[in-house]
């Protein structure tokens, strides 16, 4: 919390910010956006440009979304380049020729390597990523949405106070919270979005 001595918003005041304050979709990458590499019945991220697939339907979700209103801002953790396993400016060509074929607002990634002590607050599940977006977006986290295929996504999503959306692909996980709602892929869940709305 930051302390300030300024004097509290009047209710009309209030309400104005409330009003400006925007909706977003948060989306995970590897499972949601693009196609993982699935190996011994676990994902993992695309090592290049070519091994980034997008799923089925997902430049028409983007779209669907975008007109909607809500922003898109994708979170990932990529702590394959924390731990040396491949280069920063790889992922970083990556997320340059995702925001070129989709409608992508912000892209925010964790590079730690996890299993620091204490955890940080960027790597999912903690939800710095999404607060970090949502300062810089004017984003109401109570409002937004937060879609992922791994327990981290979701408990990432109740930690920042979002709605959490799992895409369940079968894949050997233990989910820790539980989702407000599950479904099979991205196309479901922009349905239960836009029904919602
Ligand atoms: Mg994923």
Not at 36 to 47: E, I, Q, R, T
Not at 112 to 134: I, N, Q, V, W, Y
Request: glycine content about 8%.
């Amino acid at each position: 919390m930051v302390a300030t001595v300024s004097p509290s918003p009047s209710a009309t005041d209030q309400g104005s910010v409330a009003s400006a304050l925007r909706r977003a979709v948060f989306l995970d990458r590897d499972g949601v956006i693009n196609r993982p590499k699935v190996v011994a019945g676990k994902p993992y991220p695309p090592s290049s440009v070519a091994e980034f697939v997008l799923l089925p339907g997902v430049p028409e979700v983007c779209r669907q979304l975008k007109e909607a209103g809500f922003l898109l801002v994708v979170a990932t953790n990529q702590p394959d380049v924390g731990r040396g396993r491949f280069s920063q400016a790889v992922v970083e060509t990556i997320h340059t020729h995702m925001c070129q074929v989709l409608p992508i607002d912000r892209v925010e990634v964790c590079y730690d390597p996890g299993g620091t002590e204490p955890p940080s607050e960027f790597r999912k599940p903690r939800p710095g990523m999404l607060r970090r977006a949502a300062t810089a977006l004017n984003i109401d986290l109570s409002r937004s949405w937060m879609i992922g295929d791994r327990w981290r996504d979701i408990d990432c999503g109740h930690n920042a106070g979002c709605t959490t959306i799992f895409i369940d692909y079968g894949y050997n996980e233990h989910l820790h919270a539980k989702p407000h709602f599950r479904v099979p892929n991205l196309v479901e869940a922009a349905r239960i979005i836009l029904m919602r709305r």
